[in-house]
């Protein structure tokens, strides 16, 4: 009776770890393709006039973007974006056959969520006047851009994952 207790007891435990690693392997899809899934619309919008004057004023006020608008249009630099944006969420859906490419599509995701947050400090009206400022973020721009962080994060995560995929492949 005694045996058959304990064998009932580390079958119960291991069907717990065995569901959880199920849990974290469909957690892990979802946040590499969810990414992809996120980028790559976010860069298809790019293409519109509604999503072109959207960013106009992060790029406008952005010291590492705003010369970009003496050379190209406002829609032709959100079609610019729209390009790298739709090819980084190529290059990290590429997991599957190419751990190294999709490192790089990270690595310029990583670069891009950067590029995006630094507009919290480079755009106005990000910090909500009514409520003091900084630590307060406005609804529009700034709780817009917090978002950046997660998905900086989540770049991150996919960068070291398929870099050290890459690795074991050769």
Known sequence: MEMRMTTLMQDAAHEKRAMSSRVEAVGRELTRYGLVVVV???GLLKFTTY???GIRPFVANSPLMSW????ISVRGFSAVLGVVEVAVA?????????PRVSALGSALAVGMFLTTLSFLVTTPGV???SFG???ALSAVPGQFLIKDLTLLGISL???GEAWQASEQVG
């Open 157 to 159: 995560w996919t960068l």
């Open 51 to 53: 999503e072109a004057e």
């Open 90 to 98: 190529l290059l990290i859906a590429a997991r599957t056959f190419s």
């Open 40 to 42: 790559g619309w976010i």
């Open 68 to 71: 970009a608008y003496g050379l």
């Open 133 to 135: 400022g900084f630590p």
């Open 127 to 129: 910090w909500e006047p």
